[in-house]
């Protein structure tokens, strides 16, 4: 099966980390985000990706090409005019075949392994308390009938999470280009919840997939959030012992990892080539490469490369920079 993931956002909540090393590739609980993504789809029967990508974009397409052995192909969004933009994009690589759409930075734990099992659209929910933020779900029964954008009144507490499953990827190209060439726009953008709507106007039927969980990672404090519940999960509950140093899960140490005379816990997630010395680091995410000596780290975020030395501080920080004392 055919997934399209884009991820040409800018990750501007995200920075300064973003400024220099795309959102999907940022590591929650020792992988990337986009990592997580696509290990969830496989299992839906995901053989063949296309990327959609912006700023920063070779390095996403190269990880992904390294890391997955299916075809990887990308077309490039020059202009951020919406996701149905993203997505029209695309067309010369979509058949008509089943097409699942990812959103390259929703997280989620869902059982996917059935959805592309029957030939219909299905439309991945999830409850949420502030529905204004969202695409939302007008659903009879457990069938979509109305997608409404970011609504200002309440309609329905059914966020779109950013799973959509086409059963047709032409007809998904259909509805995008229409919707394009006609000029419809919601909030300045061509929106995927618009060309969708167009679908059900017409006869198509979206059967809501209800999602358990529904992680962010879009700004510092969510990106920290969703390393704890990952790593609460089988990604933090068995860490290395490492001698002179005490350990507390959750954690992801990397084996490529130096730590000397450390407390490391709760909730730490230390990356590759990372040097750590006399220090303590908790609810902390350190991308990799990145220096911390005799400092006390909690709730922070150090971008690639990164350093720390001599002080108790909770920071983001950019790729490549420095604080000390």
């Given amino acids: 099966m055919h997934a399209v993931i884009p991820v040409a956002g800018m990750g501007t909540r995200l920075r300064p980390v973003t400024h220099t090393t795309p959102k999907a590739l940022v590591p929650v609980a020792g992988r990337p985000v986009l990592g997580h993504i696509i290990d969830r789809i ?13 700023h920063l974009g070779d390095p996403i397409v190269e990880w992904v090409r390294s890391e997955y052995r299916m075809r990887v192909d990308f077309v490039r969004q020059d202009t951020m005019n919406g996701l149905a933009g993203a997505i029209a994009l695309c067309a010369p690589l979509i058949d008509d075949g089943p097409t699942l759409v990812v959103l390259g930075d929703t997280l989620f734990e869902a059982d996917l392994s059935g959805i592309a099992s029957e030939s219909r659209n299905r439309l991945a929910v999830c409850p949420v308390e502030d529905p204004s933020r969202f695409g939302v779900v007008v659903a009879e029964g457990n069938r979509a009938v109305r997608l409404v954008e970011k609504p200002s009144e309440f309609v ?18 259909r ?37 358990d969980d529904w992680l962010d990672c879009g700004r510092p404090e969510t990106l920290l959030q969703t390393n704890r519940i990952l790593l609460d999960g089988d990604r933090g509950s068995h860490p290395p012992e490492i001698p002179g140093s005490l350990v507390i899960p959750p954690c992801h140490i990397d084996p490529g990892a130096s730590v000397e005379g450390c407390i490391l816990g709760p909730y ?6 990372c040097r750590l010395a006399g220090s303590v680091v908790r609810d902390t995410i350190a991308c990799g490469d990145n220096t911390i000596e005799d400092s006390v780290l909690d709730g922070s975020v150090l971008g690639f490369r990164a350093s720390v030395t001599g002080r108790p501080v909770s920071v983001c920080l950019g790729d490549d920079s420095t604080i000390s004392r």
Avoid: K, N, W
């Fill in 156 to 173: 329905s507490d059914l966020a779109i999470v950013g799973i959509y499953m086409f059963r047709s990827g032409a007809g998904m190209i």
């Fill in 268 to 273: 730490a997630s230390i990356g590759p080539g």
């Fill in 175 to 211: 509805a995008c280009e229409d919707l394009m060439r006609e000029g419809v726009r919601t909030r300045g953008e061509f929106q995927l919840t618009d060309a969708m709507q167009r679908m059900i106007d017409g006869g198509e039927e979206f059967e809501l997939v209800r999602v």
């Fill in 42 to 54: 496989i299992p839906a029967g995901v053989d063949r990706i296309t990327l959609v990508v912006g």
